[in-house]
Nanobody
């Protein structure tokens, strides 16, 4: 199994950018589908973006064209580049590693978009 650990959150003004990173300890990282989720207060957790072992990406409609997910299997990392941030992007962002029916979650990192 892998254990994801997120970093890179913070406070940013609307229109700004942030880059989140997830480092996953453990073996066989390249076999996992990696995803970034977010959860805002009072809302359900939602998928933001995911990337398969083959590099196929999926994005929520709300972030298409603004966010980019990427992975580096040599470093066991997956990043989320977030541009043109909006106040509605404010949430705790969580990294997920998925293989078969098993998912492993990080603790999350707070992203706040505010002027």
């Amino acid at each position: 199994q892998v254990q994801p650990v997120e970093s890179g959150g913070g406070l940013v003004q609307p229109g700004g950018s942030l880059r989140l990173s997830c480092a996953a300890s453990g073996r066989f990282f390249d076999f996992y589908t990696m995803g970034w989720y977010r959860q805002a207060p009072g809302k359900e957790r939602e998928l933001v973006a995911s990337i398969t072992r083959g590099g196929t990406t999926t994005y929520a409609d709300s972030v298409k064209g603004r966010f980019t997910i990427s992975r580096d299997n040599a470093k066991n990392t997956v990043d989320l580049q977030m541009n043109s941030l909006k106040s509605e992007d404010t949430a705790v962002y969580l990294c997920n590693a998925q293989i078969g029916g098993f998912g492993y979650w990080g603790q999350g990192t707070q992203v706040t978009v505010s002027s």
